[in-house]
């Protein structure tokens, strides 16, 4: 399936190494930003199907970004891709809307696992 | 004599960058799990420097102290050298009550010092161990650790270790600042690697890299 992805991290080689992860034969229109604001704005610019978040950023950081991004699309699917596996951050990014945390390093698996349940919400969400 | 400052790529600063940011990210999971803490992480910072520039370099990161504490652990493998890890002077005396939050108790100065140096070396011991740990294990190593060694309320000045004077400690400084939120307590974490270990770092940030092209 087709799909339009953002991913926001500030670091070059995280976006490399989540963008080898997805899966290749869905040819997505992937979209990257390197701080939460420039997500933020790239996220209103595009309105991508799913976005993937980092959480410790400079500018803005990814907690904040969260909170912009679903105030301006309540509904939007951002899966949270952070390094901070705290118990409290997750229960924090996931009261926020999250859709789900996924764990750094990405795997294939863990890539193609959160992807299929985004794919099953929004197959939902839009009736199809 | 000049020594020569090994060299790294760029890609191979923003790969080491990202192990940091992940193995501390561990270290502060498994630290919350032990402690009831919220650790705020930022974005770690890598940094190759000549032996001679080390103690200058670090005595600036914590110039705004003006005495420190510091937790001390060596570790020995493919991946070898120091960890330290640098707090405020009076973080010992913060983080005591969240190690021990059930007991209201009251120490003599005596056992007040034994206490504040015991809590520094339990979270010092839990935070290195995790991130040095995750570090290696990405990195597809194994280490042993020499027991952490505390020095409580110094002048930064006193207390910085004379051997990273030593030109085999040219390094690689990964420094992470963070903040334990509750109690408003910061501190940094430098992972000093030798030089000895830069062969095996490259070779193995490219062996970690291919997972993903």
């Given at each position: 399936m087709a799909r339009k992805i953002l991913i926001v991290d500030d670091s070059p080689i995280s976006r490399k190494m989540l963008k080898s992860c997805l899966p290749k034969d869905d040819d997505p229109e992937i979209h990257e930003a390197g701080d939460g604001l420039a997500g933020l704005e790239k996220f209103k610019e595009i309105v991508p199907d799913i976005t993937?978040?980092?959480?410790?950023?400079?500018?803005m950081d990814g907690v904040q970004a969260l909170e912009e991004m679903k105030k301006h699309n309540p509904d939007a699917v951002i899966i949270v891709a952070t390094a901070d596996i705290q118990v409290k951050s997750i229960e924090r990014v996931m009261g926020l809307g999250a859709f789900l945390v996924l764990k750094k390093p990405p795997t294939k698996e863990s890539v193609g696992d959160a992807l299929a349940k985004a794919d099953e919400f929004l197959g939902k969400h839009h009736g199809n | 004599m000049e020594t020569e400052l090994p060299s790294i790529s760029?890609?191979?600063?923003?790969?080491?960058?990202?192990i940091m940011n992940i193995a501390f990210g561990k270290a502060a999971a498994e630290l919350a799990e032990v402690i009831n803490i919220f650790v705020v992480l930022s974005v770690p910072y890598i940094k190759v420097l000549k032996a001679e520039d080390l103690p200058e370099?670090?005595?600036?990161?914590?110039?705004?102290?003006?005495?420190?504490?510091?937790?001390?652990?060596?570790?020995?493998?493919?991946?070898?050298?120091?960890?330290?890890?640098?707090?405020?002077?009076?973080?010992?005396?913060?983080?005591?009550?969240?190690?021990?939050?059930?007991?209201?108790?009251?120490?003599?100065?005596?056992?007040?010092?034994?206490?504040?140096?015991?809590?520094?070396?339990?979270?010092?011991?839990i935070l290195i161990g995790a991130c040095v740990g995750k570090i290696t294990e990405l990195l597809g190593d194994v280490v042993t650790y020499s027991p952490p060694t505390v020095l409580v309320e110094n002048k930064p000045h006193d207390i910085l270790p004379e051997r990273l004077f030593d030109p085999e400690y040219t390094a690689?400084?990964?420094?992470?600042?963070?903040?334990?939120?509750?109690?408003?307590?910061?501190?940094?974490?430098?992972?000093?690697?030798?030089?000895?270990?830069?062969?095996?770092?490259?070779?193995?940030?490219?062996?970690?890299?291919?997972?993903y092209e």
């Open positions: 993937f978040l980092d959480l410790t950023m400079p500018v | 760029e890609e191979e600063k923003d790969t080491l960058q990202e370099y670090l005595r600036y990161e914590v110039r705004d102290f003006s005495t420190i504490s510091i937790v001390e652990q060596d570790f020995w493998g493919k991946f070898r050298g120091g960890a330290f890890l640098v707090f405020p002077a009076d973080a010992g005396k913060a983080l005591i009550t969240m190690l021990d939050a059930e007991h209201e108790t009251t120490f003599e100065s005596g056992s007040m010092e034994i206490l504040e140096k015991e809590t520094l070396m339990e979270v010092g011991n690689i400084v990964m420094k992470t600042v963070f903040r334990f939120d509750e109690r408003n307590v910061s501190g940094f974490l430098f992972l000093v690697t030798t030089q000895d270990s830069m062969e095996w770092i490259k070779q193995s940030l490219a062996e970690f890299l291919e997972h």
